[in-house]
């Protein structure tokens, strides 16, 4: 089984560059099989959740044709009606499965899609893209673990989500922007990968107005044509290298970057003390020679603090000087890293939706397990900032969202290894003393 093992108390310094947007590709690569033309997408992160929606395309018959390690051809052209089900073990595991029921319904009108999995992060229902596409005018069942959604046709219509979700907003963009007339999305996420979407979707002839603000208007056409993408920088691998700065009082600049998508975090890394330069398509945090303050977070939708950045802040404010409090306020389950990082010396307190934090001076290396992908991803930066060593279990879902995560460390400084046996986890302890 694959872990990592790491020896920590060093400052991580130097550049980073940052891949596409994870959540961005999930979405557009669904999106790519709604023309029967053909979609070159570029920036895509080699990523575990991609390299699964990729199969799942394959899988109802779509091609996919991997031009190199971040670029990818997709045509939808040889998908028929009839065979618009995705189903699958390893579909099971994705969250994201779910855009394909967008995609497929708004250019077949049909699609029978596996209930969802994903990271086990609180309930997730998917109540408002059940109501969204019934609004659409399709009947939606769920039974024997799959969603169905079926229509004679689509038609515009006027829906408001009851809460600001992130996949409904683009689910329901998808299949209205195939439908006949006009629809208004209210109260709309507005994060930075809803209009990657709508821009992915405009570019393939599509007629979306307004992502990124509350309301999206969509005009819908009859059907889309080819088109060449980038995916947009990947907002919470940025955030994740920043906070790897300040947990281990580097010095890290992130490239390839939007810093506008970064300005929460960095407004928050600034408040504890770190000093951050924004550039045009970088920003650097640095955070040495300092003890870092405690500050109050709570998690909201975009523009807000991003639930996904949540963990990584914590484990920083878990070295900070003085009391932190965290609100999660978008998914109940997100605290699960605590037990781990408590081992490791930390000191947090949880009470429903909040974790009190009283700063510790360091942390000491334990051997951990990942609960989920971003936690996961804390719980290594947190090994990079103990003293001895840590290993972490469970990296499949790290590796769920980060390409390379080990080597992207190891440029910066870390010592940190991938192995895959007791022998090499030795020889890693023998090498690195
Ligand atoms: C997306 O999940 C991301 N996943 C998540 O990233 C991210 O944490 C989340 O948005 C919030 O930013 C992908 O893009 C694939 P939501 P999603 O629908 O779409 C409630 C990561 O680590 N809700 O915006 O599932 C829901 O329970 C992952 O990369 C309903 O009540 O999130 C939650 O409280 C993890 N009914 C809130 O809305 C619904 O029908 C936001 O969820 C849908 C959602």
Same mark, same amino acid.
Do not use: W
């Given at each position: 089984? +694959?872990?990592?093992?790491?020896?920590?108390?060093? !400052?991580?310094?130097?550049?980073?560059?940052?891949?596409?947007?994870?959540? =961005?590709?999930?979405?557009?690569?669904?999106?790519?099989?709604?023309?029967?033309? +053909?979609?070159?997408?570029?920036?895509?992160?080699?990523?575990?959740?991609?390299? $699964?929606?990729?199969?799942?395309?394959?899988?109802?018959?779509?091609?996919?044709?991997?031009?190199?390690? /971040?670029?990818?051809?997709?045509?939808?052209? %040889?998908?028929?009606?009839?065979?618009?089900?995705?189903?699958?073990?390893?579909?099971?595991?994705?969250?994201?499965?779910?855009?394909?029921?967008?995609?497929?319904?708004?250019?077949?009108?049909?699609?029978?899609?596996?209930? &969802?999995?994903?990271?086990?992060?609180?309930?997730?229902?998917?109540?408002?893209?059940?109501?969204?596409?019934?609004?659409?005018?399709?009947?939606?069942?769920?039974?024997?673990?799959?969603?169905?959604?079926? =229509?004679?046709?689509? /038609?515009?219509?006027?829906?408001?989500?009851?809460?600001?979700?992130?996949?409904?907003?683009?689910?329901?963009?998808?299949?209205?922007?195939?439908?006949?007339?006009?629809?208004?999305?209210?109260?709309?996420?507005?994060?930075?990968?809803?209009?990657? $979407?709508?821009?992915?979707?405009? @570019?393939?002839?599509?007629?979306?107005?307004?992502?990124?603000?509350?309301?999206?208007?969509?005009?819908?056409?009859?059907?889309?044509?080819? %088109?060449?993408?980038?995916?947009?920088?990947?907002?919470?691998?940025?955030?994740?290298?920043?906070?790897?700065?300040?947990?281990?009082?580097?010095?890290?600049?992130?490239?390839?970057?939007?810093?506008? /998508?970064?300005?929460?975090?960095?407004?928050?890394?600034?408040?504890?003390?770190?000093?951050?330069?924004?550039?045009?398509?970088?920003?650097?945090?640095?955070?040495?020679?300092?003890?870092?303050?405690?500050?109050?977070?709570?998690?909201? !939708?975009? &523009?807000?603090?991003?639930? *996904?950045m949540q963990p990584q802040?914590?484990?920083?404010?878990?070295?900070?000087?003085?009391? @932190?409090?965290?609100?999660?306020?978008?998914?109940?389950?997100?605290?699960?890293?605590?037990?781990?990082?408590?081992?490791?010396?930390?000191?947090?307190? $949880?009470?429903?939706?909040?974790?009190?934090?009283?700063?510790?001076?360091?942390?000491?290396?334990?051997?951990?397990?990942?609960?989920d992908l971003r936690a996961?991803?804390?719980?290594?930066?947190?090994?990079?900032? =103990?003293?001895?060593?840590?290993?972490?279990?469970?990296?499949?879902?790290?590796?769920?969202?980060?390409?390379?995560?080990? +080597?992207?460390?190891?440029?910066?400084?870390?010592?940190?290894?991938?192995? *895959?046996?007791?022998?090499?986890?030795?020889?890693?302890?023998l090498q690195v003393v």
């Open positions: 089984m +694959e872990q990592y093992v790491m020896k920590g108390g060093r !400052p991580l310094c130097g550049e980073v560059v940052i891949g596409g947007a994870k959540n =961005a590709s999930l979405g557009v690569l669904a999106a790519a099989v709604m023309t029967d033309g +053909e979609c070159l997408i570029e920036n895509m992160p080699d990523v575990r959740d991609t390299n $699964v929606m990729l199969q799942a395309i394959e899988g109802i018959g779509g091609v996919v044709e991997r031009i190199d390690e /971040h670029t990818v051809k997709i045509s939808g052209r %040889s998908i028929c009606r009839e065979n618009t089900v995705v189903d699958g073990e390893y579909i099971r595991k994705i969250r994201a499965s779910y855009y394909l029921l967008g995609a497929l319904l708004g250019k077949y009108k049909r699609a029978i899609v596996a209930l &969802p999995g994903g990271c086990d992060i609180g309930s997730r229902p998917i109540d408002q893209h059940i109501k969204g596409f019934t609004a659409l005018g399709a009947k939606v069942d769920i039974g024997h673990g799959m969603i169905t959604a079926v =229509a004679e046709n689509l /038609h515009g219509a006027h829906i408001y989500m009851d809460v600001v979700s992130v996949g409904a907003t683009i689910n329901v963009m998808m299949a209205a922007a195939l439908a006949d007339g006009n629809t208004i999305i209210e109260n709309a996420a507005k994060e930075p990968h809803i209009v990657d $979407v709508a821009n992915f979707l405009n @570019s393939m002839g599509a007629n979306i107005k307004g992502a990124g603000t509350d309301v999206i208007r969509i005009r819908g056409v009859e059907q889309f044509h080819d %088109s060449e993408y980038a995916i947009i920088p990947d907002q919470i691998e940025a955030g994740t290298f920043m906070a790897a700065a300040a947990a281990t009082g580097g010095d890290i600049t992130v490239k390839n970057v939007i810093p506008k /998508h970064l300005e929460a975090i960095s407004a928050k890394l600034a408040e504890m003390g770190c000093t951050i330069h924004e550039y045009d398509d970088s920003v650097r945090v640095d955070a040495r020679n300092r003890r870092l303050t405690s500050t109050q977070i709570k998690t909201l !939708p975009y &523009p807000g603090f991003p639930t *996904d802040m914590a484990i920083t404010l878990a070295l900070a000087e003085g009391t @932190s409090v965290i609100t999660e306020s978008i998914f109940e389950n997100r605290f699960k890293y605590v037990d781990e990082l408590t081992r490791m010396g930390a000191k947090i307190q $949880v009470e429903g939706n909040t974790a009190i934090i009283t700063g510790v001076e360091k942390y000491t290396g334990a051997d951990i397990v990942a609960p996961g991803a804390a719980l290594v930066i947190a090994g990079l900032a =103990a003293e001895g060593y840590t290993t972490v279990d469970s990296i499949q879902y790290i590796q769920r969202g980060y390409e390379r995560f080990e +080597e992207k460390l190891q440029a910066l400084g870390a010592n940190i290894s991938l192995v *895959d046996s007791d022998r090499s986890l030795q020889k890693f302890k």
